[in-house]
């Protein structure tokens, strides 16, 4: 997919953007996939950082980026009937994700928990800490906290450490299976 000049980049003054359809070796595997096959991947930044630096609050007071602009990407699971249920949600960063109301009645399930890391980083192709919202397994629900839409640019996960998205915040209601959930970080 080449780069269309037209398209501005979103950016951070502390970070070097590039645009993320063409870097595929800067993200995982099934980011770049999810990149090639969505429409909005044309107005997506990648960063390079230092993967030292990959969790969010560190990130954020070390490029100088606020935590509203950061989105985090948690991965839970519940059972009904012997159904699993999965979703990732993905939060603005100065809130937490409400699993134990919200987002256990909307997978409609008894107790929600986080799943557990390994399986996570096993079923997503992704490295812990930067598992993102861009190329999750297909049968998993997306629940994107409202807040982040409003955002301009909006920091996720690339599937690897050393490297960030940068989306503008409306884009993340495009992402294939979104659900936009009003109240679901806290």
Same mark, same amino acid.
């Given at each position: 997919?080449?780069?269309?000049?037209?398209?501005?980049?979103?950016?951070?003054?502390?970070?070097?953007?590039?645009?993320?359809?063409?870097?595929?070796?800067?993200?995982?595997?099934?980011?770049?996939?999810?990149?090639?096959?969505?429409?909005?991947?044309?107005?997506?930044?990648?960063?390079?950082?230092?993967?030292?630096?990959?969790?969010?609050?560190?990130?954020?007071?070390?490029?100088?980026?606020?935590?509203?602009?950061?989105?985090?990407?948690?991965? #839970?699971? /519940?059972?009904?009937?012997? &159904?699993?249920?999965? =979703?990732?949600? !993905? $939060?603005?960063?100065?809130?937490?994700?409400?699993?134990?109301?919200?987002?256990?009645?909307?997978?409609?399930?008894?107790?929600?928990?986080?799943?557990?890391?390994?399986?996570?980083?096993?079923?997503?192709?992704?490295?812990?800490?930067?598992?993102?919202?861009?190329?999750?397994?297909?049968?998993?629900?997306?629940?994107?906290?409202?807040?982040?839409?409003?955002?301009?640019?909006?920091?996720?996960?690339?599937?690897?450490?050393?490297?960030?998205?940068? #989306?503008? /915040?409306?884009?993340?209601? &495009?992402?294939?299976? =979104?659900?936009? !959930? $009003?109240?679901?970080?806290?």
């Amino acid at each position: 997919m080449a780069h269309d000049d037209r398209v501005t980049l979103p950016s951070f003054p502390t970070l070097a953007s590039l645009p993320a359809a063409d870097h595929h070796t800067l993200v995982a595997a099934p980011v770049a996939a999810a990149l090639a096959e969505w429409s909005g991947a044309s107005e997506v930044a990648v960063v390079d950082i230092d993967p030292d630096l990959a969790d969010t609050a560190a990130m954020s007071q070390a490029y100088d980026i606020p935590m509203t602009a950061s989105g985090n990407c948690v991965v #839970v699971a /519940g059972s009904r009937g012997g &159904d699993e249920r999965i =979703a990732a949600c !993905v $939060v603005r960063a100065d809130t937490r994700a409400d699993v134990n109301t919200l987002v256990r009645k909307m997978l409609d399930v008894r107790k929600a928990s986080f799943l557990p890391m390994d399986r996570a980083v096993e079923e997503t192709g992704m490295e812990h800490g930067g598992i993102t919202p861009v190329g999750l397994p297909s049968a998993w629900r997306l629940l994107v906290h409202e807040a982040l839409l409003d955002e301009p640019v909006v920091v996720l996960g690339s599937g690897v450490r050393r490297s960030k998205l940068l #989306v503008p /915040g409306r884009l993340l209601a &495009d992402l294939p299976g =979104a659900e936009v !959930v $009003v109240g679901l970080g806290r």
